[in-house]
């Protein structure tokens, strides 16, 4: 029984190139959730995504930040022009249809973006 | 945004010895989560507290939530090695979008 998946574990980008982080959920989940953690600071929440649609992006940059859960495939959080700023570990959660007690929800073991 | 305070920051012991962490907030929890995350890892859940009052025990970890649902604890006796990790508490008064603490980092030395 598989969890969360997040693919590349590291990822290594100049600055100016894109970035792309996969994710799939746990079999049955289809809500998917990014979160971002940066050095000194907690996880934040970037964006919320069931299948075809967002739900809510209200954590994400306005600029230069996209995210995608298509209807075949994983979620993707994609990173145009990356800057040295944008390093960080990136996770990905995933919870069942179904709400349950506070939202319960199930990480992944996350992407560390490094920007050189 | 609720802001979440945890504290210590940092805490180093002794293996077998005892620990309290904590979790306030400025305003009442919906419910409230405790996550531990190993260095490379991403955070998993341990429990989840809704009842102010409410006491849940995980093993050698012991979860209180606050009568007024401000505050919370984790209690591990007998601390061992594999308990280090950040510990992180989190509530969803938002809903879906979980609102973090900044964590307490736990080192457990043999």
């Known amino acids: 029984n598989a969890g969360v998946m997040q693919n590349p574990r590291h990822l290594v980008r100049r600055r100016g190139q894109e970035a792309r982080l996969r994710c799939s959920p746990m079999?049955?989940?289809?809500?998917v959730y990014w979160y971002r953690q940066l050095p000194e600071e907690g996880l934040k929440f970037m964006v919320y995504?069931?299948?075809?649609?967002?739900?809510?992006e209200s954590g994400m940059p306005k600029e230069r930040f996209s995210a995608e859960f298509p209807k075949e495939g994983p979620s993707i959080l994609r990173i145009q022009q990356v800057v040295r700023g944008d390093s960080a570990a990136y996770f990905c959660?995933?919870?069942?249809?179904?709400?349950?007690?506070?939202?319960?929800?199930?990480f992944g073991p996350g992407t560390r973006l490094t920007v050189t | 945004t609720q802001l979440l305070e945890q504290s210590p920051q940092f805490l180093s012991i002794q293996e077998g010895e005892n620990l309290t962490v904590y979790c306030n907030s400025s305003?009442?929890?919906?419910?409230l989560q405790w996550y531990r995350q190993e260095p490379g890892e991403g955070p998993v859940l341990l429990v989840t507290?809704?009842?102010?009052?409410e006491v849940k025990k995980l093993k050698r970890l012991t979860f209180q939530f606050g009568d007024a649902r401000k505050d919370s604890s984790l209690h591990i006796t007998a601390a061992q090695p594999g308990d280090t990790g950040l510990y992180l508490c989190?509530?969803?008064?938002?809903?879906?979008?979980?609102?973090f603490g900044k964590g307490t980092s736990l080192l457990v030395t043999p």
């Open positions: 079999k049955g989940h289809s809500h």
């Open positions: 959660a995933s919870s069942p249809p179904v709400r349950g007690l506070g939202y319960e929800q199930y």
């Open positions: 995504l069931q299948k075809e649609n967002i739900i809510d």
């Open positions: 989190a509530d969803a008064n938002s809903g879906y979008a979980l609102n």
């Open positions: 305003s009442v929890f919906s419910s």
């Open positions: 507290v809704v009842t102010g009052g």
